[in-house]
């Protein structure tokens, strides 16, 4: 799903479905991480950016994410949220 959607769209889609790629996270990156801590995802999810490129990176504890406190990321950016143990909804 798309960064721009609503907190709670993203909030709705992330309670009600166990895997969520949102995409286009760069503008949207401090409203997802919001949504992600309303949903109590934050440990499901991983932060990616310029995957394949230079200066490719993976951040896999969004709380480094939280404390840098920066409020956009690069426009090739994502998040993958898999739930770690199904049913959990």
């Known amino acids: 799903m798309s960064g721009r959607h609503t907190k709670d769209e993203l909030v709705n889609a992330l309670e009600h479905h166990d895997s969520v790629v949102i995409m286009k996270a760069g503008r949207s990156r401090q409203k997802i991480i919001d ?13 990616l950016a310029y995957i394949g490129r230079e200066g490719e990176v993976v951040e896999r504890d969004i709380s480094k994410l939280i404390e840098a406190k920066e409020e956009a990321g690069p426009y090739f950016s994502l998040f993958v949220v898999t739930r770690s143990q199904r049913g959990g909804r």
Request: glycine share 0%; proline share 0%; net charge positive.
């Open 35 to 47: 949504a992600l801590t309303l949903a109590n995802r934050i440990a499901d999810a991983k932060y």
